[in-house]
């Protein structure tokens, strides 16, 4: 099925999540929030939290530094 995340069309698989996405985008591991059709999704319902056709998605991974 396709997606939009972050402006640009992806195909992802039937019955993704948004942990599954973040991890085919390889940001795991770190600080990021996701917005899901203009809804964020908690940190603990990216596991759960299923894709649906023609979602648009928002992954903002934040960086420190000094």
Do not use: K, S, W, Y
Request: hydrophobic letters at 40%.
């Amino acid at each position: 099925m396709r997606v939009t995340v972050n402006g640009e069309a992806r195909d992802v698989p039937e019955g993704a999540t948004v942990a599954t996405l973040l991890a085919a985008m390889g940001a795991t591991g770190g600080r990021v929030a996701v917005e899901r059709n203009r809804e964020i999704v908690p940190r603990a319902e990216h596991g759960t939290a299923r894709l649906a056709e023609g979602d648009q998605i928002e992954v903002v991974q934040f960086v420190g530094g000094g």
